[in-house]
């Protein structure tokens, strides 16, 4: 049998549908039904297996998976032995320290002499030993959010993405102890075979990613408008200039990124371009 690649990533919660997603457009499809412990890429050297994500560190570091698709908040807290090989855009949420929205908080000292709920027990006491504080730790497995209000404790520390889940009971959100994201992490000892797979997969997962934060513009400009707009165009390398059939006219297309993506369209705009499109870009190979 031929050597395939295996990734585990989280059977159903928050990070399953952006996984599934990320594999789907790496080209990797998912054999039959999904609700198992493990199946089949269609096209490519992978199996997939569905964990607790809680479960995916350790299950790289023993090789039982080659790779795994996982929150930061959870691998940090495991702190096993793998490797983050790329960090993937999706799963964004922070870990919090929240208090009671009443409470007058000034700053970590108030959490001194504390009791402070929370599953993630690790990166607390690392958390409170960088900010010298003497806090109790208390360890509870879920719905920590209701701690504070049945006098279990008088913080918590949680993940948060809207803060709504805070809000609804009656908590403030008063510290980050980490921003985190999913990332793929490897067991640090693959054989090479399996590093070729993995090597093969990397390099389409980062065309997805690029791909992700660029669109394709494509714009009419007056001719004697053209270099002004040029010139705002970042583009790959440089811009495609085709002339439109109306004289003195021309098509300008181009890649432009993400994050300065509406300030340039209004640059564009004030500099004579119409027609404006943006398009989705599939895959960007660079
Ligand atoms: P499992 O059954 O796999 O243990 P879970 O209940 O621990 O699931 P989910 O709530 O599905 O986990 O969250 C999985 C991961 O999604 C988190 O560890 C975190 O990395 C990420 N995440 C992103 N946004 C949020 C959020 N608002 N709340 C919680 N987790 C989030
Ligand atoms: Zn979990």
Known sequence: MSTKLKIAIQKSGRLYDDSVKLLKDCGIGLKNGVNKLKTEADNFPMEIYFLRDDDIPQYVEDAV????????????????????????????????????RGENYDGV???????????????????LR????NAEIHEISGSVEIAPGIGLAHAIVDLVSSGSTLFMNGLKEVETVLSSQAV??????????????LEKFLFRVRSVKKARNNKYILLNAPN???????????????????????????????????????DIIERLKAAGAQGILVVPIEKMVI
């Not at 096993?80 to 090989?85: L, S």
């Not at 640090?188 to 590093?195: E, G, I, K, Q, T």
């Open 65 to 100: 998976a080659d790779i795994g698709i996982v929150g930061e908040n959870v691998l940090f807290e495991k702190n096993k032995k793998v490797e983050v090989v790329e960090v993937l855009g999706f799963g964004k949420c922070r870990l919090s320290v929240a208090v009671g």
């Open 224 to 262: 004697e408008k053209l270099s002004e707009i040029i010139a705002l165009l970042p583009g790959m390398k440089s811009p495609t200039v085709l002339p439109l059939a109306e004289a003195g006219w021309s098509s300008v297309h181009s890649v432009l990124n993400e994050d300065d993506f509406w």
């Open 130 to 133: 960088k900010n010298n504080v």
């Open 109 to 127: 000292g108030y959490l001194n002499g504390k009791r402070i709920a929370t599953t993630y027990p690790s990166l607390v006491r690392e958390f």
């Open 184 to 197: 793929l992490v490897q067991n640090p000892a693959l054989d090479s075979p399996r590093r070729m797979i």
